[in-house]
C-alpha cells in the first residue's frame, strides 16, 4: 500500500469521528511533565571518558545584526534549508567534564547561576546536570577556559560569588589572559558588548578567582591528553583542543564555528561574536579542511546536544553529520 497524504488525511479524520470518551478508556489523564531528562551524554576516547553537560540553550529573534555581512533573508533561507525556523536563532551550549583516569578536568564551565535565574532555567543548566550526572564540582581538579566570553567563564562561579570548583587549578590561554587582563584594551574597548565583556571578565577573575590561574601556551598538553591548539579569531586567545587517547581522537573545536547551521553551511559569514572577523574566517576554513582530511571527530561547543559529529565538506562550506547516540558506554 502506497501512504499518500490523501490517506493521512482520512486516517486523521476517521480518529476524529470516534467517540471521545469510550467507556473502554481509562479516564484518570496522566500529567504532562514540564522537564526535559537531565542533559549529559557519555562516550570514550581510548581510555578517557567524555562526558558532555548541557547548559541549556538561547534563543532569540533573527536581526540582521546576528550576521553584519549577511541579510536577513540568505539567514533565513539558509535555516529553512536546515528546516530550521526562520526568524529565530538558537544557541546551545555543552560544556565538557573529562575523566582522564587520574585527572578530572572541566571544559568551559557555560553561562552560569545568574544566567539561569535571568533566563528561567533556559541556560545556566551545567551545574545541576552535572550533579544529574553525579560529577561533584569539589572533585574537579582542574577547569581548562578556551577564551573569555561570559558562555564559557561565568559558571566559574557559584551563585554566591565563590568558585564553583573550590579545588580546582583554574588553566587559562596565556594570550587570553594578556589581552583581558591589559587596562590599555580595556580603556579601548568600544562601549556596550566589549566593554561589558571587560568588567564581566575582571569581575570572575579578579573578584571571584582572585587571579588564582594559570596560564597555558599552545601546542602543549594541558591535562594528560589533552593537547591546546591556537584557532584564533573568535577572541585573540582563543583555543580549540585535540584529545587522544590510544588510537582514539576527537577535535574539542570550542567556538571555531556556532550552531553548525548557518556557521558551518557558510563559513563566511561573520557572526557578530568574531572579535576578529576575518582571523575567525581563515581558522574556521582551516580547522575544518584539517578535520575533513584527517575525518577527525568534533565535538562542538554550540552544536546541537551532545555536539559529536563528523564533518563533510558541501559546496563551498561543511555539513556537520551528529554522531548517532550511543545508549552504552
Ligand atoms: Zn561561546
Redesign the pocket.
Known sequence: MQLTRRHALAAAAGIAAAPLLSPTFARAAAPVADKQAPSFYRYKVGDIQVTVVSDGRFSFPLEDTLIPNARKEEVDAALEQAFLPRDMFT?Y?APLVINTGGKLVVI?TGNGPVAKVNSKGTNGQFADNMAAAGIDPKAVDMVVIS?F?T??VNGLLAADGTPAFPNAEVLVPATEWKFWMDDGEMSRAPAGRMQGLFKNNRNIFEAGLKKKVTPYEWGKEVAPGLLAVESIG?TPGHTSYVLSSGTGKVFIQ??VT?NPNPFATHPAWHGF?DQIPDVAEATRRRVYDMVVAEKLMVQG??YPFPGLGHVEKDGSGYRVIPAPWNPTI
Open positions: 544557541i551550549f568551559d577564551h566570553h558562555d564559557h573568535h570550542s567556538d556556532n561574536f561547543f554550540h
